[in-house]
């Protein structure tokens, strides 16, 4: 009977969170479909004819293309960059912390990710600004440096749980430690690579606030900060700005699905194990 209780409440539950991520969603995607008529009646009903004019005028206003551009170079370069870097670290500090000053770095690095950005925000501005790092290339490498803590804290439990005969037996065979982590090591980590990735693409695309501050040119803004800069010129018509957003969310909504499963199980034995 208890059992049958709990198995009722938790699919109550998914149920209820479901609808509170579909909702927002459904509206999202009929407004955008909607012209500025149809709005006046019924907000939930499905649009009469679906046009395609709201995306159009929304790509011209906020000069869709290029913030698109912004985003998805700032996003691969992240990716790739991120992946290279923190899975490095994280084995050189895997591998040693029976060391005290590995031991030093993996607590310090975990301790980045209980300080909130607002802290930090004003002195990393002011700093960025000082050193000409308030450009794409700034973001870029400000990105990886904020991964790392989370990173290091999932790579670190994922590699610990890879045997160190493995990399004894390439040692013998002549290889060095650099040849080890990119011929045995790297390998083994894909499927944690692949849960990194997801992750910093969905951050680094959606992200918003770090943008904000460190971007002081427009020509290089990211598409979160197009839909703020240009939210004025949509003024009430909403049927434009759900359009923007729509467009701006459609590719990590598409992303996400198809590597959720990735996501979930990276991060579940890099705590794990």
Same mark, same amino acid.
């Given at each position: 009977m208890n059992r049958k209780k709990t198995s009722w409440l938790v699919t109550t539950l998914l149920i209820l969170g479901s609808l509170l991520i579909l909702f927002p969603l459904y509206l999202t995607i009929t407004i955008a479909f909607k012209t500025p008529p149809e709005m006046a009646g019924n907000l939930l009903a499905l649009p009469k004819s679906w046009s395609f004019d709201n995306f159009a005028q929304a790509i011209d206003m906020t000069n869709f293309f290029n913030a698109f551009k912004n985003s998805a170079f700032v996003t691969i370069f992240v990716v790739i960059f991120t992946v290279l870097t923190n899975s490095l670290v994280s084995y050189a500090i895997a591998r040693n912390l029976h060391k005290k000053f590995y031991k030093f770095l993996y607590f310090y690095f975990l301790s980045a990710m209980f300080i909130p950005f607002p802290i930090i925000m004003l002195p990393l501005v002011k700093q960025t600004s000082a050193w000409g790092m308030d450009n794409l290339v700034g973001l870029i490498i400000l990105y990886i440096v904020f991964n790392l803590s989370f990173n290091v804290f999932i790579y670190i439990g994922y590699i610990r749980a890879i045997p160190v005969e493995l990399e004894e037996a390439a040692i013998m065979d002549g290889a060095t430690t650099w040849g080890v982590f990119w011929k045995v090591i790297?390998?083994?980590?894909?499927?944690?690579?692949?849960?990194?990735?997801?992750?910093?693409?969905?951050?680094?695309?959606?992200?918003?606030? =770090? #943008? &904000? @501050?460190l971007l002081s040119d427009r020509e290089m803004a990211? =598409? #979160? &900060? @197009?839909?703020?800069?240009?939210?004025?010129?949509?003024?009430?018509?909403?049927?434009?700005?759900?359009a923007s957003y729509l467009m701006a969310l459609a590719p990590m909504i598409i992303v996400y699905i198809f590597a959720q499963k990735w996501i979930i199980s990276g991060v579940m034995k890099g705590s794990i194990k």
């Open positions: 790297f390998p083994l980590l894909a499927p944690m690579n692949a849960t990194v990735a997801i992750i910093t693409s969905l951050g680094a695309w959606n992200d918003f606030m =770090l #943008p &904000l @501050v990211t =598409l #979160p &900060l @197009v839909q703020y800069i240009f939210q004025g010129q949509f003024s009430t018509d909403y049927n434009l700005a759900f």
